[in-house]
């Protein structure tokens, strides 16, 4: 009879443990600072963030983009991103999924998915359709401590 309750008793904790809302109650991973590192592009049209190449076809591209992550209340957050050598910076509002490495973020014109790697490291891509442009780019980013 005792080995029963036991058993139940830890069946019983397990489920409790592993239950989406056991898992909701664990801290989010803080996000805030600022966030700087490569990206590569595939760029077509008119983009804001990168110099007009007169180009009518798709254009690779380079560049060191930053992230600021400026408030964040548990899952969600604001910020700005732009080329790190750059003048322009668009905000950004982001929310972190239960799994707690998967980042949705939207800008203006354009939507991200974000991976975290790390605590302080992070796979960036970001895709964007408007009337005169199209993009597609993925940035390494790390935290600066």
């Not at 992230?67 to 209340?73: G, K, L, N, S, T």
Request: hydrophobic share 35%; glycine share 10%; with cysteine.
């Amino acid at each position: 009879m005792m080995t029963r309750i036991c058993a139940f008793n830890l069946v019983v904790g397990f489920l409790a443990a592993s239950s989406p809302s056991a898992v909701a109650q664990q801290p989010y991973p803080d996000l805030k600072g600022t966030w700087i590192g490569p990206g590569q592009s595939v760029t077509q049209g008119k983009m804001d963030h990168w110099p007009n190449t007169g180009e009518t076809g798709p254009v690779f591209r380079e560049g060191s983009w930053t992230i600021v992550i400026d408030r964040q209340e548990g899952n969600r957050f604001t910020g700005s991103h732009g080329l790190t050598e750059g003048t322009r910076r668009d905000p950004i509002l982001g929310v972190i999924r239960a799994d707690q490495r998967t980042i949705h973020m939207v800008d203006d014109d354009g939507t991200f998915l974000t991976i975290l790697s790390g605590p302080d490291t992070m796979e960036m891509c970001r895709t964007e359709v408007t009337a005169d442009s199209r993009l597609v780019s993925c940035r390494q980013l790390t935290r600066q401590r």
